[in-house]
């Protein structure tokens, strides 16, 4: 992958500064394009070799650019705040919004670059980050992000050479450090462990560009106009949504689905439901109390029909939660800041630290249920939202989170009770409105909707939770006991 | 001030279970106004003795009303993101957003009544931090904000029985610590301190309410009560923007102001320019990498009439920095998260780390500018901007920032100049509006408010640098002296 980058590429000054004004007029011209349409971000990966010119590069590309509207972004060390999170947190939180561009130093590839050169990590632990990061890019530009990745390229005796002549001069001597010769000996294992990586991430949305590093004005220049003529393409002919090729999804054609298995006639007896209520919320309160909490965080999910019973469900389980540690997030409509990044961006700013118990009411489930059924969203879009959540979730769990899940099936009927009940007691929040109805009459379309959202999202890591919940306190006490169980199996694995 | 909150107040349990549901459904019902109508956040602060029912409290509420829109935050340990910036900067994160409650253990009085009490801090540094928070709070209503301040109180000898009779049990035994019992040999000084915070701040815009805390039924119902009176009121009655009392601002009466000391015949030869450019360019880059740029910040904010060369100066100045350490903010509309906060917040959001450099094109002064003269908010906005701006410089650079403000003045002829040759270079991103030609016209307002905002702003911590910007070459070397030689000067104040 590296031949025509050893081949010392070289720009004349005089080429050099005949084309730069050029270019740079034609860069402003289509900043300011995108900055105007806003309708997609930039997202460039500066990699490669020590002294190759990335941080040059990315320099002049500022300076011939509007600074406004791009962000360069050295990931150095992570801060506690983000050390707690995933690892992929601290890069979502950096994303560009639409019409900025983001310039990337330090980007998801260098870890598992570098950790594997030092032998930190197995060849299979690398097949796996590149996997996670080839279906985290796909995601990126399926949601329309236009993904640059330059690799910044100097051959071994390039490198050699450099690290000599600045030795030679006493002005740069101070620029050569012991760690790079220590480097440099590993020159040979880490091309040798880049270029592999480069290879199998090397997408049709998103390929690697290597640019040869030696000449400053052949990688500035070279830089600049794969830039101009990406950013032109895709300005002037908009990405269109591409078609589902996939086989479309179908209903059992005995119609039997989840639904069918549980029993909804299960209830609870008041006395009963009054101690076990007394228990679990016991129970959880000492799980979250245990020292071993302090090292892991719990998300929980409410999904469920209008009417199922989500909130007094939730309100049992905050009872027996200290305040300090819990948070909900009520899932409405998405702010003007979160419309202008991709779709999971508005889940991942919510993810507690370590300690912390974060509850969701209503979740990222909404693409594949309402944005589905009333067409918010394409097909398309809903499609691969089933692989990306389960991509979110399993690194939720590897970062030690323990994910529950809710779903809360009530029956028609019982709906159109609780419905007419609440019409009745014109409680505020409990207004029934139009909406509430329409939503009922798709009630078959739901129901399918939800039935493939639980075939293709409930995982071993990550199952969901069905909850016959047309008894409100049966609902109630299976939730708790569910939520025990896992905090607690949690806990014991961690042992 | 805690006679009344010794008195051994109690609610019998009759009265207490006939009083909570009427409570809890009106509760419920503000708390859906409140968010139905987003007009203003509801701060909540629960300061106090220990044992005296602060988290039980702020339970109850969560438990009472609906906790999809409060939010509790512990204050506990700063995060690294947080130390690294003023010690506000981690409440303005934490602020409800309008509709919503929040509610603040650990608040803002904390770290001053304990350090006072440790002997940490002398009187005059309590008081100056009294001061700030009088500030702070009074900011807080000003922009719409509802707080409400309960501290929980018990006497000494209700603290001692508590303690004693936790040990007593040998179910709560472990509840009773060395520290608490080390707590409270201090508790007459405690007391003293916090009596004196509490009076110093309890204005009439944001009262204490003390509250005894020994009997539970009674806090409950008690803070429960003033909750939903304070919130009624609010919801019933909106505030209404109060006319400004003071004297109104006015020109000086022979009109000299301070653009007529500006030299604005001032020029710079090309040669002299580029030596100029160079040298002080290589300086701030070196300055920029001295290992005591890691301790400190910088902020530069960039204002000046329309044309005024704002942007080819901030390019001046990037180009001598490393774009991994810089970041620039282009203030525009704030977004629908930022309009649901006070003004100043989406300035706060922005303040860098150590190490780094923001530069703001346009910001906060955009009140006292812009607003000012459209008329987008209130003579009472603006003018009680001034101080709040002032506020909040005090502890940008109380933190260790540099904070640089520039001014770019051009002459009216130089504005019309500037403004034909760029309708005709075409340049996109140069393009002048019908905005610009009707902000032209209005030269005088924005002259006299500039003036305005220079005197009031302009202070020993904050200065304002006049930049006179007729000739371009100029108008860049000047500031980038100014900054190189602030940063030095704070360089050295450090030593």
Redesign the interface.
């Known amino acids: 992958m590296f031949e025509s980058a050893e081949l010392g590429h070289k720009i004349d000054k005089a080429t050099y500064d005949a084309e730069v004004p050029k270019l740079r ?1 034609a860069l ?2 289509a ?3 995108l900055a105007q349409k806003a309708s997609f971000p930039v997202i460039i990966l500066v990699g490669g070799v020590d002294g190759a010119g990335k ?1 040059e590069t ?2 002049l ?3 011939w650019m ?4 791009m ?4 990931m150095g060390s992570p ?3 983000e050390l707690q999170r995933p690892q992929m947190w601290r890069f979502w939180r950096a994303l560009p919004p639409k019409g900025k561009i983001g ?1 990337f ?1 330090g980007s998801w590839y260098t870890a598992p670059i570098v950790q594997r050169v030092m032998g930190k990590t197995k060849a299979s632990q690398l097949a796996q980050s590149i996997d996670q990061i080839n279906r985290f890019e796909k995601m990126l530009t399926d949601e329309g992000a236009l993904i640059l990745k330059f690799w910044f390229h100097l051959s071994k005796d390039a490198q050699k050479k450099r690290l000599k002549s600045l030795e030679k001069d006493s002005k740069t001597r101070w620029r050569v450090t012991d760690t790079d010769w220590e480097r440099f000996k590993i020159y040979d294992k880490f091309r040798k462990v880049s270029e592999h990586a480069l290879r199998e991430t090397s997408t049709a949305e998103a390929p690697w560009m290597v640019v040869e590093g030696t000449d400053p004005r052949y990688r500035g220049l070279t830089v600049g106009k794969i830039l101009l003529e990406t950013l032109r393409k895709r300005l002037d002919h908009p990405a269109k949504t591409a078609a589902v090729k996939g086989a479309p999804l179908q209903a059992p054609i005995d119609k039997l689905d989840v639904f069918d298995k549980l029993d909804m006639a299960q209830k609870l007896a008041k006395k009963v439901f009054e101690s076990e209520l007394e228990k679990y919320q016991g129970k959880l309160n000492l799980l979250t109390r245990d020292p071993r909490f302090r090292k892991m965080s719990v998300i929980a999910v409410f999904e469920g029909s209008d009417a199922g019973g989500k ?1 007094g469900a ?2 049992r389980i ?2 027996a939660l ?4 819990y ?2 997030i ?1 899932i409405a409509a998405p ?3 979160e419309r202008a990044q991709p779709y999971m961006w508005r889940f991942w700013r919510h993810i507690p630290r370590n300690g912390g118990v974060t509850i969701f ?1 209503r979740s990222w489930y909404g693409r594949v249920l309402v944005e589905r059924v009333e067409k918010f969203c394409s097909e398309q879009d809903w499609m691969r939202a089933y692989s990306e959540i389960n991509d979110f979730e399993e690194q939720l769990v590897d970062n030690k989170t323990v994910l529950v899940k809710f779903w809360l099936a009530i029956s028609k009927d019982e709906q159109l009770r609780r419905f007419k009940e609440r019409e009745k007691i014109g ?3 409990f207004k029934i409105t139009a909406e509430d109805w329409r939503n009922r009459e798709k009630w078959d379309d739901y129901e399918r909707a939800v039935c493939d959202m639980i075939d293709r999202t409930s995982t071993e890591i990550a199952p969901w939770t069905l909850v016959e919940a047309n008894d409100k306190n049966f609902a109630r006490i299976k939730i708790l006991k569910t939520l025990c169980q896992q905090i607690e199996a949690a806990m014991k694995r961690k042992k």
């Open positions: 007029v402003l011209d900043q300011f394009d941080g990315v320099n590309l500022n300076e509007d600074p406004r509207f962000q360069a972004h050295a801060s506690d705040e310039m130093f909130g939730v309100r905050t009872a200290d305040a300090r540690h948070r909900i009520p702010t003007e800041e009411d409680f505020k929040r």
